[in-house]
Every structure is written in structure tokens, then in C-alpha cells.
Nanobody
Framework: QVQLVESGGGLVQAGGSLRLSCVFS????????MGWFRQAPGKEREYVGC????????DYADSVKGRFTVSRDNAKNTVYLQMTSLKPEDTAIYYC?????????????????????WGQGTQVTVST
């Protein structure tokens, strides 16, 4: 059974940086595209970014493009979300998700329904 465990969340001031990690276990990590999503209080879960199975293709939501970077280390079964220039509106619970797929990322990976497995989330709070 695939398991995803996020870590790295916390409290940071606006303009600061955080790096989230998500450790994958239970299957072959390199067979999966990985996505990051977030959910703020009272709002629906939304797409943040994703990376393909090999790490050669990424995609981002417009709201984070240029500030956030998704990367992965297949030797460590880990996907990362590097967040810089954080804003109060980035405050949310951040989730990683896994989808067994190959090829480059595409618009399909922006949809929650495409992902087979989800982590439990990690809280990110950005103060003013």
C-alpha cells in the first residue's frame, strides 16, 4: 500500500521560505507523477504544482509560478516543494499526491481526481 508522509511545514514571516518534503513508500516511486495541493480554511483544495515520474517536466499554478519549485529525488523516494517569497495567502495545509503515470506533465495532473494516493498534509502559516 502506497503511503505518503509530508513534513517541513511551520510558521514563517511573509517574504520567507520553506521547503516541504514528501516521502513515498509502498511501491516504485519512479513510476509515479507527484503533485502538490493546498487547502486554506473554508476553501476547496487547490492545485499548486506537479512533477513527472523522472523529474524532467514540471507545471505550476499561476498563483505560485516563479516562487515555488517542485523537485524530486528518486533515489530517496522523496518529492520536494521549495517555497520562496511566501505571502499570507499561501497559508494552508499542503498535501502531496501520487499518480501512476509516465510522460511529461499535462493539464490532467492539475485535477485532484487524477491522483490515487494522498498524504495527511502539513500546515504552512505565513504571518504578516
Amino acid at each position: 500500500q502506497v503511503q505518503l508522509v509530508e513534513s517541513g511545514g511551520g510558521l514563517v514571516q511573509a517574504g520567507g521560505s520553506l521547503r516541504l518534503s514528501c516521502v513515498f513508500s509502498g511501491h516504485t516511486f519512479s513510476m509515479y507523477a507527484m503533485g502538490w495541493f493546498r487547502q486554506a480554511p473554508g476553501k476547496e483544495r487547490e492545485y499548486v504544482g506537479c512533477i513527472n515520474f523522472s523529474g524532467t517536466s514540471t507545471d505550476y499554478a499561476d498563483s505560485v509560478k516563479g516562487r515555488f519549485t517542485v523537485s524530486r529525488d528518486n533515489a530517496k523516494n522523496t518529492v520536494y516543494l521549495q517555497m520562496t517569497s511566501l505571502k499570507p495567502e499561501d497559508t494552508a495545509i499542503y498535501y502531496c499526491a501520487a499518480d501512476m503515470s509516465y510522460g511529461r506533465v499535462n493539464s490532467r495532473l492539475r485535477k485532484l481526481s487524477e491522483y490515487d494516493y494522498w498524504g495527511q498534509g502539513t500546515q504552512v502559516t505565513v504571518s504578516t
